[in-house]
């Protein structure tokens, strides 16, 4: 992936809201160390677990998901920023997603989530531990959620 693809305004703010909403929500850093507002997206799409977001849309799409967000759903950036984030689960699972969301969405953040989740292919992995938030400007106003999780196990159905 071209790494000049975080080096615009959007990417470099949506860093910093990623990181400044988690901490508000859940009173811990997203990183480690102090960077830089422009290193700051470099160092959340490389870290050594997954970070995904969408916007607030109606129908909200995906417009970040770090690399190993990218390997878990395998999918290339440039499909999964046009992802509507329902497609992160199956279809009898959606209307679940759809009430956990708009939770989460009243009550700012949600810890220790679990759930199932499929790739482009297919292929079914269960998230464990997940932190969901929104997403919120200075002035507290919402502009989509995030989620990050460290811990995932494939599914295998026979």
Same mark, same amino acid.
């Given at each position: 992936?071209?790494?000049?693809?975080?080096?615009?305004?959007?990417?470099?703010?949506?860093?910093?809201?990623?990181?400044?909403?988690?901490?508000?929500?859940?009173?811990?850093?997203?990183?480690?160390?102090?960077?830089?507002?422009?290193? $700051?997206?470099?160092?959340?799409? %490389?870290?050594?677990?997954? #970070?995904?977001?969408?916007?607030?849309? =109606?129908?909200?799409?995906? &417009?970040?998901?770090?690399?190993?967000? $990218?390997?878990?759903?395998?999918? %290339?950036?440039?499909?999964? #920023?046009?992802?509507?984030?329902?497609? =992160?689960?199956?279809?009898? &699972?959606?209307?679940?997603?759809?009430? $956990?969301?708009?939770?989460?969405?009243?009550?700012?953040?949600?810890?220790?989530?679990?759930?199932?989740?499929?790739?482009?292919?297919?292929?079914?992995?269960?998230?464990?531990?997940?932190?969901?938030?929104?997403?919120?400007?200075?002035?507290?106003?919402?502009?989509?959620?995030?989620?990050?999780?460290?811990?995932?196990?494939?599914?295998?159905?026979?």
């Amino acid at each position: 992936m071209d790494p000049d693809i975080f080096n615009n305004d959007f990417y470099i703010r949506h860093a910093q809201l990623l990181c400044s909403s988690y901490k508000h929500w859940t009173g811990k850093s997203l990183t480690v160390g102090n960077r830089e507002p422009d290193e $700051l997206i470099t160092a959340l799409f %490389e870290t050594p677990f997954a #970070i995904v977001s969408h916007g607030s849309e =109606s129908d909200p799409v995906f &417009n970040f998901g770090n690399k190993v967000a $990218l390997d878990l759903f395998e999918v %290339e950036w440039e499909e999964f #920023i046009q992802l509507p984030s329902r497609y =992160s689960v199956e279809t009898t &699972n959606r209307k679940q997603r759809e009430e $956990l969301m708009q939770r989460v969405s009243n009550d700012g953040h949600m810890l220790d989530y679990s759930g199932v989740r499929i790739s482009a292919t297919g292929k079914r992995f269960k998230i464990e531990g997940a932190t969901i938030w929104n997403i919120i400007d200075g002035n507290g106003h919402y502009l989509g959620q995030a989620a990050m999780f460290k811990n995932w196990i494939a599914i295998n159905y026979t």
